[in-house]
Protein backbone atom coordinates (compact mmCIF):
# COMPACT_ATOMS: atom_id res chain seq x y z
CA UNK A 1 0.00 0.00 0.00
CA UNK A 2 1.49 3.08 -1.53
CA UNK A 3 0.69 6.73 -0.14
CA UNK A 4 -0.25 8.79 -2.96
CA UNK A 5 0.70 12.86 -2.96
CA UNK A 6 -2.60 13.65 -1.64
CA UNK A 7 -2.76 10.80 1.18
CA UNK A 8 0.07 12.68 2.55
CA UNK A 9 -1.71 16.31 2.58
CA UNK A 10 -4.03 14.82 4.11
CA UNK A 11 -2.39 13.14 7.34
CA UNK A 12 -0.23 16.33 7.39
CA UNK A 13 -2.94 18.28 7.62
CA UNK A 14 -4.44 15.96 10.32
CA UNK A 15 -1.58 16.63 12.59
CA UNK A 16 -1.56 20.19 12.10
CA UNK A 17 -4.94 20.66 13.51
CA UNK A 18 -4.53 18.31 15.93
CA UNK A 19 -1.24 20.63 17.14
CA UNK A 20 -0.56 19.96 20.86
CA UNK A 21 -3.30 18.68 21.65
CA UNK A 22 -1.88 15.28 20.26
CA UNK A 23 -1.01 14.33 23.66
CA UNK A 24 -4.08 14.30 24.55
CA UNK A 25 -5.13 12.08 21.71
CA UNK A 26 -2.88 9.89 22.15
CA UNK A 27 -4.12 9.31 25.88
CA UNK A 28 -7.61 9.25 24.65
CA UNK A 29 -6.70 6.88 22.19
CA UNK A 30 -5.20 4.39 24.47
CA UNK A 31 -8.02 4.69 27.32
CA UNK A 32 -10.69 3.35 24.74
CA UNK A 33 -8.29 0.46 23.70
CA UNK A 34 -8.14 -0.47 26.75
CA UNK A 35 -12.03 -0.05 27.09
CA UNK A 36 -12.82 -1.48 23.84
CA UNK A 37 -10.19 -4.64 23.53
CA UNK A 38 -9.48 -5.18 26.80
CA UNK A 39 -7.31 -8.07 25.63
CA UNK A 40 -4.53 -5.31 24.81
CA UNK A 41 -4.16 -4.79 28.29
CA UNK A 42 -2.02 -7.94 28.57
CA UNK A 43 0.67 -5.59 27.22
CA UNK A 44 0.85 -3.77 30.24
CA UNK A 45 0.58 -5.95 33.48
CA UNK A 46 3.02 -3.18 35.03
CA UNK A 47 0.85 -0.34 34.34
CA UNK A 48 -2.02 1.62 36.45
CA UNK A 49 -4.82 1.43 34.17
CA UNK A 50 -7.78 3.42 35.77
CA UNK A 51 -9.31 5.95 34.41
CA UNK A 52 -7.33 8.99 34.58
CA UNK A 53 -4.11 7.17 35.01
CA UNK A 54 -0.39 9.13 34.65
CA UNK A 55 1.28 6.60 33.03
CA UNK A 56 -1.72 5.76 30.55
CA UNK A 57 -1.30 9.83 29.68
CA UNK A 58 2.58 9.52 29.46
CA UNK A 59 2.39 6.21 27.20
CA UNK A 60 -0.25 7.88 25.33
CA UNK A 61 2.35 11.14 24.87
CA UNK A 62 4.68 8.77 23.50
CA UNK A 63 2.09 7.00 21.10
CA UNK A 64 1.41 10.29 19.73
CA UNK A 65 4.57 11.66 19.32
CA UNK A 66 5.71 8.34 17.45
CA UNK A 67 2.73 8.90 14.95
CA UNK A 68 3.75 13.03 15.02
CA UNK A 69 7.28 11.76 13.89
CA UNK A 70 5.61 9.58 11.45
CA UNK A 71 3.73 12.04 9.77
CA UNK A 72 6.77 14.94 9.67
CA UNK A 73 8.84 12.55 7.58
CA UNK A 74 6.05 10.92 5.72
CA UNK A 75 8.32 10.07 2.73
CA UNK A 76 10.35 7.92 4.44
CA UNK A 77 8.02 6.41 7.48
CA UNK A 78 10.34 2.83 7.93
CA UNK A 79 13.60 5.51 8.55
CA UNK A 80 11.32 7.86 11.29
CA UNK A 81 10.22 4.88 12.98
CA UNK A 82 13.48 2.50 12.24
CA UNK A 83 14.49 2.49 16.01
CA UNK A 84 10.98 1.84 17.21
CA UNK A 85 10.52 -0.77 14.80
CA UNK A 86 13.41 -2.82 16.45
CA UNK A 87 12.26 -2.08 19.74
CA UNK A 88 8.59 -3.72 18.85
CA UNK A 89 10.41 -6.83 17.05
CA UNK A 90 13.09 -7.20 19.83
CA UNK A 91 11.79 -6.47 23.17
CA UNK A 92 7.62 -5.29 23.36
CA UNK A 93 6.47 -7.94 20.49
CA UNK A 94 3.11 -7.05 20.24
CA UNK A 95 1.01 -9.35 18.19
CA UNK A 96 0.82 -7.55 14.57
CA UNK A 97 -3.38 -7.27 15.11
CA UNK A 98 -3.23 -4.79 17.97
CA UNK A 99 -1.93 -2.21 15.91
CA UNK A 100 -4.88 -2.10 13.47
CA UNK A 101 -6.69 -2.49 17.32
CA UNK A 102 -4.88 0.81 18.09
CA UNK A 103 -5.60 2.33 14.59
CA UNK A 104 -8.88 2.11 14.69
CA UNK A 105 -9.28 4.26 18.28
CA UNK A 106 -7.16 6.73 17.04
CA UNK A 107 -9.74 6.98 13.95
CA UNK A 108 -12.67 7.10 16.71
CA UNK A 109 -10.67 10.09 18.96
CA UNK A 110 -10.49 12.14 15.68
CA UNK A 111 -13.95 11.17 14.61
CA UNK A 112 -15.23 12.49 18.02
CA UNK A 113 -13.34 15.22 18.38
CA UNK A 114 -13.22 16.73 15.16
CA UNK A 115 -16.14 15.39 12.56
CA UNK A 116 -15.44 18.01 10.19
CA UNK A 117 -11.76 17.12 9.71
CA UNK A 118 -12.58 13.14 8.95
CA UNK A 119 -13.73 13.77 5.52
CA UNK A 120 -14.41 10.27 3.59
CA UNK A 121 -11.00 11.23 1.76
CA UNK A 122 -9.30 12.09 4.99
CA UNK A 123 -10.42 9.37 6.82
CA UNK A 124 -9.38 7.10 3.57
CA UNK A 125 -5.84 8.61 3.85
CA UNK A 126 -5.47 8.76 7.89
CA UNK A 127 -6.67 4.87 7.97
CA UNK A 128 -3.34 4.10 5.49
CA UNK A 129 -1.12 6.07 7.15
CA UNK A 130 -1.81 4.24 10.31
CA UNK A 131 -1.14 0.85 7.83
CA UNK A 132 1.88 2.01 7.18
CA UNK A 133 3.38 2.91 10.63
CA UNK A 134 1.87 -0.61 12.16
CA UNK A 135 3.53 -2.24 9.26
CA UNK A 136 6.75 -0.43 9.88
CA UNK A 137 6.67 -1.50 13.26
CA UNK A 138 6.17 -5.19 12.73
CA UNK A 139 8.45 -5.11 9.64
CA UNK A 140 11.35 -6.63 11.48
CA UNK A 141 9.26 -9.59 13.15
CA UNK A 142 10.63 -12.47 11.36
CA UNK B 1 -26.07 -16.64 23.31
CA UNK B 2 -23.95 -13.34 23.99
CA UNK B 3 -24.52 -12.05 27.30
CA UNK B 4 -25.42 -8.22 27.07
CA UNK B 5 -25.24 -6.31 30.65
CA UNK B 6 -27.99 -3.97 31.48
CA UNK B 7 -25.43 -0.96 31.05
CA UNK B 8 -24.48 -1.99 27.13
CA UNK B 9 -28.25 -2.59 26.39
CA UNK B 10 -28.59 0.94 27.19
CA UNK B 11 -25.61 2.44 26.09
CA UNK B 12 -26.75 0.49 22.36
CA UNK B 13 -30.30 1.35 22.48
CA UNK B 14 -30.06 5.48 23.70
CA UNK B 15 -27.41 5.76 20.83
CA UNK B 16 -29.49 3.83 18.23
CA UNK B 17 -32.54 6.36 19.32
CA UNK B 18 -30.86 9.10 18.21
CA UNK B 19 -29.52 7.55 14.93
CA UNK B 20 -30.69 9.00 11.50
CA UNK B 21 -30.93 5.81 10.16
CA UNK B 22 -30.90 6.90 6.12
CA UNK B 23 -28.21 9.44 6.51
CA UNK B 24 -25.59 7.24 8.97
CA UNK B 25 -26.52 4.04 6.63
CA UNK B 26 -25.66 6.26 3.58
CA UNK B 27 -22.80 7.68 4.97
CA UNK B 28 -21.21 4.25 6.60
CA UNK B 29 -21.44 2.63 3.21
CA UNK B 30 -20.05 5.27 1.09
CA UNK B 31 -17.07 5.54 3.61
CA UNK B 32 -16.84 1.27 3.04
CA UNK B 33 -16.36 2.27 -0.69
CA UNK B 34 -14.21 5.26 0.08
CA UNK B 35 -11.73 3.96 2.41
CA UNK B 36 -11.28 -0.19 0.77
CA UNK B 37 -12.48 0.57 -2.57
CA UNK B 38 -11.56 -2.95 -3.08
CA UNK B 39 -15.30 -3.73 -1.12
CA UNK B 40 -16.66 -1.72 -4.82
CA UNK B 41 -16.48 -5.22 -6.39
CA UNK B 42 -19.86 -5.94 -5.22
CA UNK B 43 -21.64 -3.23 -6.60
CA UNK B 44 -20.44 -3.03 -10.22
CA UNK B 45 -24.28 -1.90 -10.88
CA UNK B 46 -24.35 1.34 -9.15
CA UNK B 47 -23.33 2.86 -11.72
CA UNK B 48 -20.62 5.87 -11.01
CA UNK B 49 -18.29 4.99 -7.94
CA UNK B 50 -15.34 6.63 -9.36
CA UNK B 51 -14.34 9.23 -6.92
CA UNK B 52 -15.09 9.65 -3.23
CA UNK B 53 -17.52 12.61 -4.51
CA UNK B 54 -19.09 10.35 -6.78
CA UNK B 55 -19.67 7.56 -4.08
CA UNK B 56 -21.13 9.99 -1.46
CA UNK B 57 -23.48 11.12 -3.90
CA UNK B 58 -24.57 8.08 -5.50
CA UNK B 59 -28.17 7.45 -5.00
CA UNK B 60 -27.96 3.51 -4.83
CA UNK B 61 -25.28 3.93 -2.37
CA UNK B 62 -27.42 5.79 -0.38
CA UNK B 63 -30.32 3.32 -0.60
CA UNK B 64 -28.21 0.59 -0.01
CA UNK B 65 -26.59 2.28 2.90
CA UNK B 66 -30.26 2.98 4.11
CA UNK B 67 -31.37 -0.61 4.27
CA UNK B 68 -28.25 -1.90 5.53
CA UNK B 69 -28.41 0.19 8.72
CA UNK B 70 -32.27 -0.95 8.57
CA UNK B 71 -30.97 -4.18 8.86
CA UNK B 72 -28.50 -3.53 11.58
CA UNK B 73 -31.51 -2.67 13.48
CA UNK B 74 -33.27 -5.83 13.77
CA UNK B 75 -29.94 -6.53 15.79
CA UNK B 76 -30.81 -4.02 18.29
CA UNK B 77 -34.26 -4.80 18.47
CA UNK B 78 -33.18 -8.57 19.40
CA UNK B 79 -29.88 -8.75 21.04
CA UNK B 80 -30.67 -11.55 22.81
CA UNK B 81 -31.17 -13.62 19.36
CA UNK B 82 -28.74 -11.90 17.01
CA UNK B 83 -27.93 -15.41 15.41
CA UNK B 84 -31.45 -16.27 14.57
CA UNK B 85 -32.26 -12.75 13.76
CA UNK B 86 -29.68 -13.23 10.75
CA UNK B 87 -29.96 -16.50 9.84
CA UNK B 88 -31.38 -16.19 6.45
CA UNK B 89 -29.17 -12.78 5.58
CA UNK B 90 -26.29 -15.11 6.41
CA UNK B 91 -27.13 -17.50 3.67
CA UNK B 92 -27.84 -14.93 1.46
CA UNK B 93 -24.58 -13.21 1.66
CA UNK B 94 -22.99 -16.43 1.12
CA UNK B 95 -25.18 -18.41 -1.50
CA UNK B 96 -26.26 -15.37 -3.53
CA UNK B 97 -23.86 -12.73 -2.46
CA UNK B 98 -20.64 -14.31 -2.11
CA UNK B 99 -19.58 -11.48 0.24
CA UNK B 100 -16.53 -12.27 2.35
CA UNK B 101 -17.24 -11.87 6.18
CA UNK B 102 -14.25 -10.11 6.76
CA UNK B 103 -16.62 -7.12 4.86
CA UNK B 104 -18.92 -7.40 7.81
CA UNK B 105 -15.79 -6.58 10.22
CA UNK B 106 -14.89 -3.47 7.93
CA UNK B 107 -18.35 -2.37 7.65
CA UNK B 108 -18.63 -2.57 11.41
CA UNK B 109 -15.40 -0.96 12.17
CA UNK B 110 -16.70 2.39 10.00
CA UNK B 111 -19.90 2.52 11.57
CA UNK B 112 -18.08 2.89 14.68
CA UNK B 113 -16.49 5.70 13.46
CA UNK B 114 -19.45 7.18 12.06
CA UNK B 115 -21.36 7.17 15.20
CA UNK B 116 -18.19 8.52 16.88
CA UNK B 117 -18.36 11.74 14.58
CA UNK B 118 -21.94 11.89 15.16
CA UNK B 119 -22.51 11.85 18.66
CA UNK B 120 -19.01 13.75 19.77
CA UNK B 121 -17.50 13.53 23.42
CA UNK B 122 -20.88 11.67 24.31
CA UNK B 123 -19.52 8.36 22.27
CA UNK B 124 -17.29 7.27 25.63
CA UNK B 125 -15.45 4.81 25.79
CA UNK B 126 -18.15 2.56 27.52
CA UNK B 127 -20.38 3.73 24.50
CA UNK B 128 -17.85 2.30 21.72
CA UNK B 129 -17.06 -1.18 24.04
CA UNK B 130 -20.74 -1.96 23.28
CA UNK B 131 -20.73 -0.35 19.97
CA UNK B 132 -17.84 -3.14 18.80
CA UNK B 133 -19.16 -5.66 20.70
CA UNK B 134 -22.23 -5.09 18.56
CA UNK B 135 -20.91 -4.68 15.38
CA UNK B 136 -18.58 -7.85 15.79
CA UNK B 137 -21.96 -10.30 17.27
CA UNK B 138 -24.00 -8.98 14.20
CA UNK B 139 -20.44 -9.68 11.65
CA UNK B 140 -20.11 -13.27 13.39
CA UNK B 141 -24.05 -14.21 13.09
CA UNK B 142 -23.79 -13.17 9.03
CA UNK B 143 -20.76 -15.40 8.88
CA UNK B 144 -22.73 -17.90 10.94
CA UNK B 145 -24.49 -19.97 8.03
CA UNK B 146 -21.51 -19.64 5.97
CA UNK B 147 -20.42 -22.71 4.26
Known sequence: ?142 | MVHWSAEEKQLISSVWGKVNVEECGAEALARLLIVYPWTQRFFSNFGNLSSPTAITGNPKVRAHGKKVLTSFGEAVKNLDNIKGTYSKLSELHCEKLHVDPENFRLLGDILVIVLASHFGRDFTPACQFAWQKLVGVVAHALARRYH
Do not use: W
Open chain 1, 1 to 142: MVLSGADKNNVKGVFAKIGGQAEDYGAETLERMFATYPQTKTYFPHFDLAKGSAQVKGHGKKVAAALVEAANHIDDISGALSKLSDLHAQKLRVDPVNFKLLGQCFLVVVASRNPSLLTPEVHASLDKFLCAVGTVLTAKYR
